[in-house]
T-cell receptor, first 113, second 112 residues
C-alpha cells in the first residue's frame, strides 16, 4: 500500500548508542518531516526537508541528524542516545503541489535505558 | 507562549451531544490550517482542512478567523467512535520553509 513506512516499530537502546530510524514514502512527496511525541508536550518538529538535498531544523533538533539524498527516504540519526530521547517518533510527508495535510507513518517507539 | 494553543480538555460528553474545540495560533504568517485526529497509540490522521469561509464534512464543521487567529471544530451528534485526541495544526510554508506546528491536543471521550 502507498504511504509512509517507518522502521523499526519498536527499539530499546542503551545510553550512548547510536541508531538510525528509517522513513520511506512512495508518493513522490517533496516535503518530509520528523516529529517526536511526548506525554503533555504534543508533537514537536525535529527536522524537516522540502526536497532532496535540502533539510532544516525544527523546534527540537539537538541530538539528531538527518539527510535527504533521495525524494523517497528521510532517515533520522540519533548520534548518542540519551534517556531524554525516549519518545514516539513519527515521520510524515506531503506534496508541494498543494499545501495540504501531511501523511504520517505508524511511528517508532524508542526507549533509551 | 506556544505557537498553537488548544482547549485543555479532557471533554467527557454523552452520545448525541454537540462539542466544540477551540484553538489559537500566534504566527500571523500561517497559511494552512487543519484538524487531525489521533487514536490511542496510533499516528495522527487528517480529519479536515480549515478554510477561511468555514467548511463542513458531515457532522464536523471547522471555522477559521484570521483576524483573531482562531480556529474551531464543532462535532454534532457525537458517536462513541469519535473518542480520540483532536489536534489543531497550522502550516507555514513558502520557499524553503514548510512546517506543520501542532497543538498539544484535546482528548474527547464520548460516553454511552
Amino acid at each position: 500500500n502507498a504511504g509512509v513506512t517507518q522502521t523499526p516499530k519498536f527499539q530499546v537502546l542503551k545510553t550512548g548508542q547510536s541508531m538510525t530510524l528509517q522513513c520511506a514514502q512512495d508518493m513522490n512527496h517533496e516535503y518530509m518531516s520528523w516529529y517526536r511525541q511526548d506525554p503533555g508536550m504534543g508533537l514537536r518538529l525535529i527536522h524537516y526537508s522540502v526536497g532532496a538535498g535540502i533539510t532544516d531544523q525544527g523546534e527540537v533538533p539537538n541530538g539528531y541528524n538527518v539527510s535527504r539524498s533521495t525524494t523517497e527516504d528521510f532517515p533520522l540519526r540519533l548520534l548518542s542516545a540519551a534517556p531524554s530521547q525516549t519518545s514516539v517518533y513519527f515521520c510524515a510527508s506531503t506534496s508541494r503541489a498543494l499545501p495540504r495535510g501531511y501523511t504520517f507513518g505508524s511511528g517508532t517507539r524508542l526507549t533509551v535505558v | 507562549r506556544k505557537e498553537v494553543e488548544q482547549d485543555p480538555g479532557p471533554f467527557n460528553v454523552p452520545e448525541g451531544a454537540t462539542v466544540a474545540f477551540n484553538c489559537t495560533y500566534s504566527n500571523s504568517a500561517s497559511q494552512s490550517f487543519f484538524w487531525y485526529r489521533q487514536d490511542c497509540r496510533k499516528e495522527p490522521k487528517l480529519l479536515m482542512s480549515v478554510y477561511s469561509s468555514g467548511n463542513e464534512d458531515g457532522r464536523f464543521t471547522a471555522q477559521l478567523n484570521r483576524a483573531s487567529q482562531y480556529i474551531s471544530l464543532l462535532i454534532r451528534d457525537s458517536k462513541l467512535s469519535d473518542s480520540a485526541t483532536y489536534l489543531c495544526v497550522v502550516n507555514s510554508y513558502g520557499g524553503a520553509t514548510n512546517k506543520l506546528i501542532f497543538g498539544t491536543g484535546t482528548l474527547l471521550a464520548v460516553q454511552p
